[in-house]
């Protein structure tokens, strides 16, 4: 029996874990692949605080993984299945204690026992639902530049988005390709302005406004050629041959193994918490990506972890 099970090995999973670990409660935290979530495919953070000249994002997600474990967090690998927040009280059968429980349970069959859940699970990256998408992902469709960027040295290559991703790796791919075409359905980008002042005078990349890609197209050997896009404005298509497409669009929050819960979901699926990080369940948390807030953010990700952990310590202290 875990006083804490938490679900997500992200910035928020891991601060969480720092804290709850450093509080003496007993702490498992579960993780799908690796540590560090998102930070660990971004190549350079220039925005976290106390690293003037920034920190690559695998670096940093293995401080704080080792952090959490120095202070005594459990780590097991494996991917969430359902968690199993009924309480016996509503089925009148057990203590109080028993009646807390909570059971986190895994594709792989293991179950585990806690009394509280903090879920840090995060997002993933959004698919743009093209044709050839599917068909290419891995064979030059990507959604990760950190990833898969050196296997585009000296090709021509393509991105698509307008917000911080799409233009901070879009810079990021210009050590590897040849020429960046940065695609945006807008003519106006929502990333940060100092990330379009960079963009604006790099050479490699060239912005295209106000376009959509239609089609992502190949050759029967399975390798990405070309993307067919569409203006907005005047309908004119326009094909340009590329080798690879990468695929910045935002994120989709890792809420599907919730769906049997009553933890109450936003109309996108991000979980609705208050601001101590408290779910619509008692003794369920969320904190980061997961979670319905302004600013998604690895320093906002951090301070959720922070308070869901205190959270979790209040509520413990009154059961
Ligand atoms: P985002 O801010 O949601 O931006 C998504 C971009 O993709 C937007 O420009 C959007 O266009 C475009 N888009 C969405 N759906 C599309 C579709 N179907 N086809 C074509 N374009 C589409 O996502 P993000 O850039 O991944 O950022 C997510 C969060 O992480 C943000 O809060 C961001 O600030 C944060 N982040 C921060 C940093 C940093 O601080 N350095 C780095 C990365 C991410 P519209 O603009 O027209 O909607």
């Known amino acids: 029996m875990y006083d804490v099970i938490i679900i997500g090995g992200g910035p928020a999973g891991m601060s969480a874990a720092i804290y709850t670990a450093r509080a003496r409660l007993k702490t498992l935290l579960i993780e799908k692949a690796g540590c560090g979530g998102q930070i660990a495919i971004t ?9 003037e000249e920034g920190i690559n994002g ?14 005594g967090t459990e780590i097991v690998y494996g991917e969430v299945l359902k968690i199993d927040t009924t309480t016996q009280t509503e089925t009148q059968t057990s203590t109080q204690t028993a009646a807390r429980t ?20 995060g997002a993933n990256a959004k698919k743009s639902g093209v044709s050839g998408e599917k068909e290419f992902t891995g064979k030059g469709v990507s959604y990760c530049a ?5 296997f585009f040295k000296n090709k021509e ?30 003519n106006e980008f929502r990333a940060a302005k100092i990330l379009q002042e960079k963009v604006f005078k790099e050479t490699k990349i060239n912005i295209i406004y106000d376009s959509v890609v239609e089609e992502i197209a190949g050759n029967p050997l399975g390798s990405v050629e070309s993307i067919k896009l569409k203006n907005v404005k005047n309908d ?15 994120w989709q929050p890792n809420t599907e193994f919730l769906k049997n819960t009553k933890i109450k979901l936003n109309g996108n699926g991000y979980i609705v918490t208050d601001e101590n990080m408290k779910t619509s369940v008692e003794g369920v948390f969320a904190c980061g990506d997961v979670r319905q807030k302004i600013l998604r953010q690895v320093v906002t990700a951090c ?9 979790v310590e209040h509520y413990l202290e009154n059961l």
């Open 43 to 51: 190549d350079h953070l220039e925005n976290y605080p106390g690293f």
């Open 157 to 186: 290559i393509a991105v698509i988005g307008g917000g911080d991703s799409a233009l901070q790796e879009a810079l990021y791919l210009t050590k590897f390709a040849s020429k960046v075409n940065l695609i945006h359905r807008r």
């Open 146 to 150: 950190t990833c898969d960027g050196p």
């Open 102 to 121: 909570k059971k986190v349970i895994l594709k792989n069959n293991k179950e585990y026992e806690a009394k509280t859940v903090i879920i840090a699970s």
């Open 236 to 250: 004119a298509v326009l094909t340009l041959s590329v080798n690879g497409v990468f695929v910045f669009i935002g």
């Open 58 to 71: 695998f670096e940093l997600a293995v401080k704080m993984q080792k952090q959490a474990e120095s202070f």
């Open 303 to 311: 301070g959720d972890g922070a308070v869901a952990a205190i959270s």
